[in-house]
């Protein structure tokens, strides 16, 4: 629908929107699986466009400057959360797509100080992936304790585990990926995967770490069995189906469950760098923004390899 522009506030920047990627969150959200914050909102928090116009009181980025907007809109920066470095779980936040209006747009606002760089080396349609689906999953290989020769373990392989095998690789670590798609598993090897089974398929080794991707709470107990005693259990996403009940011989030995929830933007800085280094290359599908909801239903279907991105203008 047409919808006025927004207009940049105190500290705002205004961006002109040239792609936006599409996130498992932005289902979950029009789904109704998160509780709605904002009704009716404009999806979307992997936004890569350019600056418009600032409001006042800014000076980070010029005019024409290239930018990225990722799902953490604002944080108070005086909870207790805030003030001890874990902005991710500040108690006053606001989300990109969610409890504002995000970048299923033409234009988005946001405050400048959440706003990223993006480097020259990334066209607009493979930055757009790196804004969600690159930082979280960096967020969770961070959680994840794992260390140069270990074994990562991949339940799921959408949009954030084709980045962060790439980030693993990198680390030189060794990926095992358990995915029910076949095109899923084909993609993890080519991308450097040592091994790809399905869902429940035990890995050929046990697991130093693994990353839970799938939103499906019954391949907690499958993935705790691959895990070698002291194993870390990271589960990447915001919204997971209940998880079954389990023996505790599986948690036993000191494995541990974690989840992930958000980000810092230091964790966006990092990776932002560090994907320029290495360098990143996301696989993309691209929509135009009037088949947003062909592109979400694909996702759903798991239909992309790699992650979805819409091109909104150029
Ligand atoms: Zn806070
Ligand atoms: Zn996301």
């Not at 996130?23 to 418009?52: A, F």
Request: net charge neutral; proline share 6%; glycine share 10%.
């Amino acid at each position: 629908m047409e919808v006025a522009a927004p207009e940049a506030a105190d500290g705002e920047v205004l961006v002109r929107v040239r792609a936006c990627g599409v996130c498992r969150t932005d289902l979950h959200v029009i789904e109704g699986e998160l509780p709605p914050r904002k009704s009716p909102v404009i999806p979307g928090h992997q936004v890569v466009g350019v600056v418009e116009r600032q409001g006042k009181n800014t000076r980070r980025f010029a005019t024409g400057a290239r930018v990225g907007i990722a799902w953490l809109h604002h944080t108070d920066g005086t909870c207790e959360y805030c003030r001890s470095g874990a902005e991710n779980l500040c108690d006053n936040p606001r989300f990109t797509g969610y409890s504002v209006d995000g970048g299923y747009a033409e234009y988005i606002v946001a405050p400048e100080d959440f706003v990223y760089a993006i480097s020259a080396g990334f066209p607009d349609e493979q930055a757009a992936p790196l804004l969600c689906a690159g930082i979280i999953g960096f967020r969770s290989l961070r959680l994840s304790g794992i260390k140069a020769g270990g074994r990562l373990g991949f339940y799921g392989f959408g949009a954030a585990a084709h980045v962060a095998i790439q980030v693993a690789r990198h680390w030189s670590v060794e990926v095992f990926t358990s995915t029910r798609d076949a095109r899923h598993q084909k993609l993890a090897l080519e991308l450097g995967a040592v091994w790809a089974g399905g869902t429940f398929d035990e890995p050929p080794k046990k697991l130093d770490a693994a990353i839970v991707f799938a939103p499906a709470g019954e391949i907690v107990p499958a993935a705790l069995k691959a895990l070698k005693k002291g194993g870390v259990l990271v589960l990447g996403g915001i919204h997971m189906s209940p998880i079954p009940s389990f023996s505790y011989d599986l948690l036993y030995h000191e494995r541990v469950i974690r989840s992930v929830a958000n980000n810092t933007r230091q964790d966006g800085e990092d990776f932002l760098r560090v994907a320029a280094e290495i360098p990143i290359r996301t696989r993309v599908q691209v929509f135009p923004l009037a088949e947003a909801n062909r592109a979400l239903n694909a996702l759903k279907n798991d239909a992309i390899p790699g992650a979805a991105v819409l091109r909104i203008s150029e």
